[in-house]
Every structure is written in structure tokens, then in C-alpha cells.
């Protein structure tokens, strides 16, 4: 049963504490006393006390380190929006589906466990928004979850060269194509310090970098896959300060961009949206800025419909 310890730290509401209790279990792995105390935690909220952080905090452990039988549980109840990442992925990064299945409940929590084990290699028996991996997508890049830290290394950004923008454009007006682009940054903005500008116009993709207002730029071009996997990883990240979506997330984004700016009917059959991949140019490029916090500089053009678009977006902590 859970000790005078915890129950002196409840009602003094010393969290430092509370979270060094909280480490104990889980290094014993002492599960049924991790849900007692995590009951007297959400008993003590109802009183005033604010302890909702270590309430959310052993949610995001049971998760986490705990077996299926406990995280599954965890998983399905939601909420949690204060942890690392979302619990669906921070499960799904190390435990099978086969494991979690059986514990989860009906919902969309269990469908994105399934879509997160996708990533991992797994093969779910339950419907997700995307199909399983294709030959044709990368390797997307996965968050590692730790206690108290996720670590979300990125992708290798390109070496690019010195261009000539040109010195006049056509903008044009494709409003669903820059919103599309615009939601791989979606949390930066919304729930962090992000700033970020989108544009359309005719002709190539140094067309689109003049038209963010550039007087120089350096290019890399990148491939297709390496495109996906730049714009998942950044649709999965929540920059400084905002939520996290997942990795999940994140590829279905970067599917939903593809799909937008070659206006494929959602959700696309996965072949058409591999042409409409493969068509595009991708490009990675540097506008001189000094490097540091959460960016991203991606030009692309489609050459068979003449258009091209940029979005130029970047994220700072305080």
C-alpha cells in the first residue's frame, strides 16, 4: 500500500517528491502501487491541491516503462496533454501491437497505436489511415522516449549551393495548397513563438523562393523520399513549446501535402499519390539565417502543371 511518504508529500503537495516516489516504482516496477498513489494524486486535485502534473506524469510512465496490461489502459483513457509526446506513440515506441492489442480500447487512440507501430515495422490487423510502409516512402524518423525527455533527432539537412533567384515572379492564389504547407507547422504557430510564410506562383521553385521576398538564397534539391521524411518529421514535432502530434501524424501530413498541392481527391490511393511524389521537385534551402531552433525551408515545383510554391518557417524557445 502506498506509504505515509507519499501521503505526507500529497497534502504538503511537493512534487519534487511526489516524482522521486513516482521513480522508485518504476525502477522497482511496482505498478499497482504507481495506481494507488496516482489515485490519491486525483483525489488531492479534487481538494485544490495541484498535483494534476504528477497525475499526468504517471500516465505517461505507466505508458511508457509499465507492461502492456497497465499501459494499454493508460493509453485509452487520453487526456495527458501536458506529457512529452502523445501516449499512442510513447507505447507504440516500444512495445508491440500484438502486446498493446488486447488492452486497448475501441477509439482513435488504438487506431493511432496501430498507425505508430506501422512506422516501426510492425503489421496491425486493425484499420489506419494510411496503409502499411511502401517501398516507395523513407524510413521516417522516430522519436525515443525516456523518462524524462524524448529525444527527436531530425533529418540530415543537405549541403546546398549558391543560385540566381530571378528578380521577377507571378504569385498566383492557391489557398489549399499554402494551408496544406502551412499544417506541417501547424503547432509552431498555434501553441509555440513560430512564424512561418507560405506562397504560390507560376513557374519553378526559384520562383517561389524570390517570392518570399529573398534577395539570396543557397539550394539543395532533395528526393523524394528524403522530402517525406523532412516534412514528417517536422509535422510530428511541436517546435518549442507546442504538443508534439507524433510520428504518425506526421506522415499523414506530409501525405496530405503531397496530395493538396497536386490536387488528388483525400484520402488518395497510395500509387497516385507515389506519382504525384515522384513528379515534384523538392528542394531544401538557406536563406543566410543563423542556424538554431526549429526550421524549415522547403521549395517544390511541379513541372508538368507550371506552379511551384515555398513555405519558410521557423521556431524559437524563449
Sequence with gaps: M??????????????DELLRIVDGHCKARSWDELLALRALCQEAVTRGKQLWGVDEHIQYRLA?????????PAVSEGGARFTLGPLPEVAASNKTWAELAP???PGPHRMTVAA???LRGDHPDEPTPLPPLLDWEPSYPLATYKPDKV??????RPATGPVELPQSVEVVEDVESEHALADLVEPWIDQSNGRCQTVSVEGEALDAIAALGLPSATLAQ?????????MAWTAASGGAHGRRRGAAAGRHTAWWVVSAISDLDWPAPPDEVAAAANRIRWFWFDDGSPP???????ALDDPELGLAWAITANDVAD
Design 103 to 105: 488492452h486497448l480500447s
Design 151 to 156: 529525444e527527436t533527432p531530425e533529418p540530415k
Design 116 to 118: 505508430e507501430r506501422i
Design 64 to 72: 511508457l516503462e509499465a507492461p502492456a496490461e497497465w499501459a494499454g
Design 222 to 230: 532533395l528526393d523524394p523520399p528524403n522530402a517525406l521524411a523532412v
Design 292 to 298: 538554431g531552433g526549429w526550421e524549415l525551408r522547403l
Design 2 to 15: 502506498t506509504n505515509t511518504r507519499a501521503r505526507e508529500a500529497i497534502e504538503a503537495s511537493d512534487t
